[in-house]
């Protein structure tokens, strides 16, 4: 049995198709600024940069110093990383240079 996704949508899966059809990045950065506001790509790009840094085994404080992120936000990322569907780590490693993103 495949995963099935709580999500799971017939508009998340247009979402999902549509994320796999970009092919640069300038694709991307033009794709979500047209889906969402500025805020909300933020909030996303300061998620993404907790999950690297806990991934890269950061400290709690370290993480909420740099990214201003909060103590709930940074408590979610790291139960993802350990017990969600391992999507952040999927990404991680598919990443081309992963080291360009250690804190």
Do not use: W
């Not at 970009?22 to 600024?33: D, G, K, Q, V, W």
């Not at 979610?76 to 350990?82: P, Q, T, Y």
Request: aromatic share 10%.
């Amino acid at each position: 049995m495949g995963y099935e996704p709580k999500s799971k949508s017939n508009n998340m899966d247009l979402l999902c198709e549509a994320l796999l059809q970009l092919e640069t990045i300038e694709e991307a950065y033009r794709f979500l600024e047209d889906l969402c506001t500025m805020s909300e790509l933020e909030k996303m790009a300061q998620r993404m940069e907790v999950a690297v840094m806990l991934f890269h085994k950061a400290s709690y404080q370290k993480v909420k110093n740099k990214t201003h992120a909060s103590t709930t936000t940074v408590g979610r990322i790291n139960k993802s990383l350990k017990y969600g569907n391992d999507g952040y780590k999927t990404v991680f490693f598919r990443l081309k240079d992963p080291s360009r993103f250690k804190p």
